[in-house]
């Protein structure tokens, strides 16, 4: 689910990598309960459910865009990706509630949400992990609504995760994109982006 009382905090954070936790008094705590899979919301802060740090200007204004972080499924949000991912990629199969569940529960990922006028117009993942040389952070499947393209909603939503990043303590925020999305390679150069003199290899595992 995408409304406004489950949507995160985009405050920052207290430790890299790692979700701040609200305490009370003892005599205020409920009873213990058992520890759930699924990813805890934390409180509405001062910016509610949407992103309100700075966006990279990209044509037209971005006020109206809003950017919120799913802490659950429901059926907007099914609804929204089954329209969004073939958008997206031709050859991804349709994702399932289940599928949707797995994203969002992950304590690795963020799946960010763009809403345009209300509707759901896109969407991002991000991946932070740690390695060894420290924390990493991966954009990964961003996707834009056809109709909805030129309104900053890419721009958005990439500013949205890069903040992100940096309140888990990550350095920089990695991504890849085909040389054949040509207007998604000028939006990650316009918002910050370089280029990398690197080699990407993939090792296919089969189906």
């Given at each position: ?23 009370a008094p003892a ?34 204004p971005t006020a109206d865009v ?142």
């Amino acid at each position: 689910m995408i409304a406004p009382a489950a949507a995160r905090d985009l405050s920052p954070l207290t430790h890299p990598g790692r979700r701040r936790r609200a305490t009370a008094p003892a005599s205020a705590r409920p009873p213990a309960r058992r520890p759930s899979a699924r990813k805890a919301a934390a409180p509405a802060g001062p910016t509610g459910r949407h992103y309100a740090g700075p966006v990279p200007p990209t044509g037209p204004p971005t006020a109206d865009v809003a950017i919120s972080e799913a802490t659950g499924v429901d059926a907007e949000l099914v609804t929204a990706m089954a329209a969004l991912l073939p958008q997206l990629s031709s050859s991804a199969p349709p994702l399932t509630a289940d599928d949707l569940a797995a994203v969002v529960d992950d304590p690795a990922t963020s799946l960010f949400v763009a809403r345009l006028g209300g509707r759901v117009v896109g969407s991002l993942t991000l991946a932070v992990f740690h390695v060894p040389t420290g924390v990493r952070a991966w954009i990964e499947d961003v996707v834009v609504d056809e109709a909805a393209r030129g309104a900053g909603v890419g721009a958005a939503l990439s500013a949205a995760a890069i903040e992100r990043a940096r309140q888990a303590g990550a350095r920089t925020v990695d991504l890849t994109s085909r040389p054949s999305r040509e207007a998604a390679n000028r939006l990650y150069q316009r918002v910050g982006f370089a280029r990398r003199d690197t080699n990407v290899y993939r090792f296919d595992l089969g189906s």
